[in-house]
């Protein structure tokens, strides 16, 4: 959606790294805001994002306006059922219906023989995924790192929100985290017990409110008993009035 960073970029490196051609799209899609989101003051920075995209080697900006992707009176929308309603989907009802149906209109306009998305939106990442599989669309979906700050904070272009004190409390997702994945190496397996103390962290930090904290099954998106089978330790949460998200996969899922 713009205003680009090195988690951006690193998207477009491996695209390059692996393709002939690289196609990047920008749009501040509306349909995936709630009612009360933050659509109005999103950053955008399209000038810049033109130029960081020119450095990179990009040979196609696909930067479409808002009548060209929502036609008037468009009633046609790409739901993905049940997986929708968890983690993010949770909790702002109906933006994963606004990402999968945007998407599906960027890989119709594009036709891509593969799309690259970052990890740390990884409820979307998995959606993505099993609308590509249901629908047969002919595209890779491949799924990279998350780029961090050297503190540990992923990065996102809603941390630009964040006040130096709100920047130093947003630490405690990556801290939580890396709580969960240190027990995990000293051989802990039970989801509820390496939760709780995720949670823990948290409830440490004011000034913070937690959204969720869940260990799932990083395709389904259910929550897991054990890590037995690998499993995805997804976190969200508000710093002050700015939501922020989160990620590792721990275990066979890596």
Known sequence: ?????????????????????????????P??????????????????????LLREGVDVLFSP?????YPPGALTW???????????????????????????????????????FGQKDAAQLAIIRRMVHDLHFPVEIVGCPIIREPDGLAMSSRNAYLDPEQRKQALVLHRSLLRVEELARTGETDSHKLSAVGKAVFAAEDGVRLDYFEIVNPETLDPVASL???????????????????????????
Not at 36 to 52: G, M, T
């Open 1 to 29: 959606m713009g205003a680009l960073h090195e988690g951006h970029l690193s998207l477009i490196r491996v695209a390059k790294a692996s393709c002939q051609a690289v196609v990047a799209s920008i749009f501040v899609n």
């Open 78 to 116: 790409v739901t993905v059922e049940d997986l929708s309603g968890k983690l993010d989907g949770r909790s702002r009802p109906g933006h994963f219906r606004g990402v999968t149906t945007v998407v599906a209109k960027l890989f119709h306009a594009v036709e891509p023989d593969a799309a690259f």
């Open 65 to 69: 306006t808002v009548e060209e992707i």
């Open 31 to 52: 349909t995936q805001f709630g009612p009360n989101e933050d659509l109005a003051k999103y950053p955008r920075a399209p000038k810049r994002d033109r130029e960081l």
């Open 228 to 254: 037995s089978g690998g499993a995805l330790v997804a976190v969200a949460a508000y710093v002050g009035p700015t939501r922020l998200i989160d990620n590792l996969l721990l275990g066979k899922s890596r």
